[in-house]
């Protein structure tokens, strides 16, 4: 049990491993899908395009969309975007960096699952059958046009009566078949290279500024975890509070069976926010007003020497996981 506390406690604090998992889970859900999916051409002039592109793109657009509402960053991402100028500057490097980031890791699945589609050879088949020369096989040569566009719709369709078995429909499918893997390996190509490229050539850029627009797009994260985190601290205590004040009849029976806090604890907690308006304003000077990126105001206050009160947060096993001690050596 420990072990699994372990590793959720670590997942939860490496917001960047979750992102890969979740990543990988939708790369593997898209091959499961696809190899599950019954693929049924409707071998007819006008339905074949649509409905072959209609299964290469639509279920991709699902999953990049499915990869940005499952990464926390990009509500991050936006609220720093959106978010007043306030005390704090924006860095439009950070928010670049979290863009790029989140839309890398958000094309994983959609990439996947294009490939898989073209290395399969079916849905461009069936898209692209009726659009084939008819004079290149021998089959179709000796019909009309319209004969031929209704035969050559129908190549997708191994138990159609009309074209079945005949050598010229597994020429054309066999013709198709080879463009399809020759553009899926082709577009794998392309994207291992620029993989490769982006990896390798990275330290021939400034490393110095990399550094800081990770670091600070990591900040970013973690100031919005603690801040809800403490929200919630405070809004739990809010809530003992005032039900206590409801209930003061039963306020013996309550704090029983609710967490036990000394009082003057409780009240260090609320850092004197103790009203419904003093919450709305807080929350609003948070979103409209956030402090600048400096704690020198708060080492004054506290210098050396003398003892700190611990931060509201200061409690939680969840953030003290996230910044373990470490020592002097």
Known sequence: MDRFRMIFQYFQSNSESVMNGICGLLALASIKIYTCFDFSCPCLPRYNMAYGLGILFVPPIAFFLCGLILNRQ????????????GRRRKDLAVIRYMCSSIM??????????????????????CAFSSSVDPEKFPGFTNVTIEQAQELLAKVPCKEDELVGNSMSRRAVSRYLRCWSQALGWSILLMLI??????RWLRPCFNQAALLQTRHWSNYLDI??????????????LFAHKCILHFFESMQEE???????????EEEDLLRGITHQDQVNKLLKTWYYEKPPLDVSQA????????????????????????FPQHTNV
Do not use: N, Y
Request: net charge positive; proline share 9%; glycine share 4%.
């Open 104 to 125: 890398q890791r958000a094309m994983v699945a959609p990439a996947v699952w294009i490939v898989v589609a073209l290395l399969d050879g079916k849905c461009l088949i």
């Open 193 to 198: 290279i620029a993989a490769f490229l982006a």
């Open 74 to 85: 990009s509500l991050v991402m936006l609220d720093e975007w959106r978010r007043p100028q």
């Open 254 to 264: 309550v704090r029983q069976h609710s967490f036990d806090l000394p009082k003057e």
């Open 223 to 236: 100031e919005q975890k603690i801040f809800e985190e403490t929200c919630c601290e405070h809004s739990q």
């Open 299 to 322: 080492t004054q206050r506290h210098p050396l020497g003398r003892e700190r009160s611990p931060p509201p947060w200061a409690g939680s096993p969840r953030v003290q996981s996230k």
